[in-house]
């Protein structure tokens, strides 16, 4: 459509969200999940934008960012439960999943969430096991 933008995660070539005019500029690729900290960078940037749109009033614009949350914790829960994907890629994605559930449910805690969960096992695990190659089928 002329004058919106579409957006698309890293993981599907899919326009999925359309922004109106001046939203697309703000939003457009801010969908990013390939790695934990891509996925902190995006909810931490979403975080920021909904609370900038919240402080003027505006509905759409937190809408939109909403939308964009909604769609990553889709994309990334139907990762988690492809068996053609890693074994630790789909944990990720798993996890990446319930960090954007938390968000949609309580942006407020997020922060703190986010700051106690890398203190547990579970994630330094998650952590240490992202950059390590393995087979698609899902070995160990």
Avoid: H
């Avoid at 957006?7 to 005019?21: H, I, N, R, S, W």
């Avoid at 902190?40 to 749109?53: F, G, H, M, Q, S």
């Avoid at 809408?63 to 053609?84: M, T, V």
């Amino acid at each position: 459509m002329p004058g919106r933008s579409r957006a698309t995660g890293p993981t599907m070539g899919l326009p999925d969200v359309e922004f109106d005019p001046p939203y697309g500029e703000a939003l457009a690729g801010t969908l990013a999940f390939g790695s934990l900290a891509e996925a902190e960078a995006t909810l931490r940037r979403l975080d920021k934008l909904c609370r900038n749109y919240r402080a003027a009033s505006d509905k759409k614009g937190v809408d939109y960012c909403r939308r964009i949350a909604a769609l990553g914790r889709r994309r990334a829960e139907g990762i988690s439960r492809n068996r053609r994907v890693g074994r630790s890629k789909r944990m990720q994605k798993a996890e990446i999943a319930r960090w954007f559930a938390l968000w949609l449910e309580n942006p407020s805690l997020f922060d703190d969430w986010l700051e106690l969960r890398k203190c547990t096992a579970e994630y330094k695990v998650l952590l240490e096991s992202e950059g390590k190659p393995e087979s698609p089928a899902g070995g160990a």
